[in-house]
């Protein structure tokens, strides 16, 4: 999915012209089921940790470019819906008076995984959230629904704190509901291009392996039936489902008792069937193997081992006798469908926030305050160089301004220098008041683009949407639901 933004500066007038929105109430919030029974949660957790974590591992950012322009506006900025007001982190209890230069990364950030439009592998950034279960992420809006094909939810939806090259510190926390704001839902408005996931408590494995499911049909209808419900069932963790024609051959000499039963590989049936059909059926019946022979050279002789432009006689010698076979064949053709069934022991290891811990939520700020930006971005800079890898977490500062974007429904964007590139960068926390000791803060918005506002062909600012009273009432809705075990 690539979205082409054109982003320029907004005038103090504008925005404050923007008409004041209530709060979004919970009996509004969008609500959608990414992994709705412990069942399903227990297999989408095998898909990433089955083939030694080979999904994991071989993710790629999630292809949303952002190309945006950006300028900086002192004054003004997106209208608060309501009164400013904060949400405290996990643990913001514990004070400390460290006065450390260096940049603590917060435990809380990692990657969400997901399956894609292309029905590939992909990741965004996301953090943990304060809530009343200790079990909710935040990220991007289109990190969680796929607006590409217009589906609800991307599948397989996972988050890993602190993922690095495949490892899972704090084990994989399987998604359960997703609540976005209603503009966004319907009309993909990216003013509210936010998501607050509820998530099952974290697993890791235990050992297992993936097996492998076959079953054997007796027509192709019934086969191609079968593969369709497999591909369809997104809760088994079935990969590479395949249908293959197993043809058995009875070939029967003219003139001989008996009959002799084989395997016939592609390249045996397309001798043996030289008109040619479809190799997955339906197959034309043949009658056998004729040899015609002759003691006196046939006029018409091409020469011993050789075989007819058709492909169906073959000529050859065989004790001073000159003999002309021309094959049939009579099989019988089954098909058989098979996959790979994931199977690994898991084991609970506890809440997403006791573990992490989870950012505060802070929104109606004013502009021009600082926050902290940390994320993985991957991805080239327009110019070709490749500044980041998406391996490890990332962190930019700076302070916000006021953004608008042309090309998308956003009339309340904010921005703030960051030389972040936007594949796996989207879904970045931005993070205001952060304490360098606690490496808690204050979650103040979400990366969703980013930008190159000089034009030199490197990014320098990434965009998020304000956070807002409405931004405030999508998280009361996802923020007091429970989710639970899933071993």
Not at 40 to 66: D, I, R
Request: proline share 4%.
């Amino acid at each position: 999915m690539k979205r082409i933004l054109a982003l320029g500066g907004v005038a103090a007038g504008l925005l404050a012209s923007a008409a004041v929105a209530a709060p979004a109430h919970a009996d509004s919030v969008p609500t959608d089921v990414l992994a709705g029974t412990n069942y399903a949660a227990k297999q989408v957790a095998a898909f990433w940790y089955g083939q030694s974590a080979a999904n994991l591992v071989g993710a790629t950012p999630y292809n949303v470019e952002t190309k945006v322009v950006a300028k900086h506006v002192s004054g003004g900025g997106p209208a608060a819906s309501t009164k400013p007001g904060t949400v405290p982190a996990i643990g913001d209890e514990k004070k400390s008076s460290s006065t450390s230069k260096n940049v603590n990364l917060p435990k809380t950030t990692g990657k969400v995984f997901f399956i894609g439009a292309d029905h590939k592998p992909h990741w965004c950034s996301a953090t943990s959230l304060q809530s009343t279960y200790h079990n909710l992420v935040a990220t991007a809006g289109h990190c969680v629904y796929d607006t590409a094909s217009n589906k609800a939810t991307l599948d397989k939806w996972v988050f890993v704190p602190g993922y690095y090259q495949g490892k899972t510190p704090w084990g994989i926390y399987v998604g359960k509901q997703a609540f976005t704001h209603y503009d966004y839902d319907v009309y993909e408005d990216g003013d509210r291009d936010y998501a607050f996931v509820t998530v099952y408590n974290g697993v890791l494995p235990t050992g297992g392996s993936a097996g492998t499911y076959s079953k054997t049909w007796e027509t192709w209808t019934e086969a191609a039936k079968d593969r369709a419900r497999i591909k369809a069932d997104k809760t088994t963790g079935y990969s590479r489902v395949s249908v293959r024609p197993v043809v058995t051959t009875t070939v029967v000499k003219e003139g001989t008792p008996g009959s002799k039963k084989t395997g016939v590989t592609r390249t045996d049936w397309k001798k043996l069937n030289p008109e040619g059909t479809p190799s997955f059926g339906p197959f034309k019946e043949g009658t056998g193997v004729t040899d015609t022979t002759s003691t006196t050279k046939p006029a018409d002789w091409p020469g011993s081992d050789k075989v007819s432009a058709d492909g169906k006689t073959y000529y050859f010698e065989s004790g001073g006798k000159y003999i002309t076979r021309t094959y049939w064949i009579n099989y019988d053709v089954d098909y058989t469908v098979t996959a790979r069934v994931l199977s690994i022991g898991l084991k609970d290891v506890g809440r997403l926030g006791d573990n992490v811990g989870g950012q505060g939520l802070a929104y109606n700020q004013k502009l021009g305050k600082s926050v902290f930006v940390f994320g993985y971005p991957s991805g080239s800079h327009p110019d070709g160089n490749y500044a980041f890898t998406g391996k490890t977490l990332k962190w930019t500062y700076g302070k916000t301004f006021a953004a608008s974007a042309s090309a998308i429904k956003a009339e309340e964007l904010v921005g703030v220098k960051s030389s972040f590139t936007g594949e796996g960068a989207i879904g970045s926390s931005w993070l205001l008041s952060y304490s360098n000791s606690r490496r808690l803060g204050y979650l103040n918005g979400v990366t969703i683009g980013v930008s190159d506002t000089d034009k030199n062909n490197r990014y320098d600012t990434s965009v998020s949407p304000y956070f807002d009273g409405e931004t405030y009432g999508v998280y009361s809705a996802a923020k007091n639901m429970w989710s639970g075990k899933i071993v």
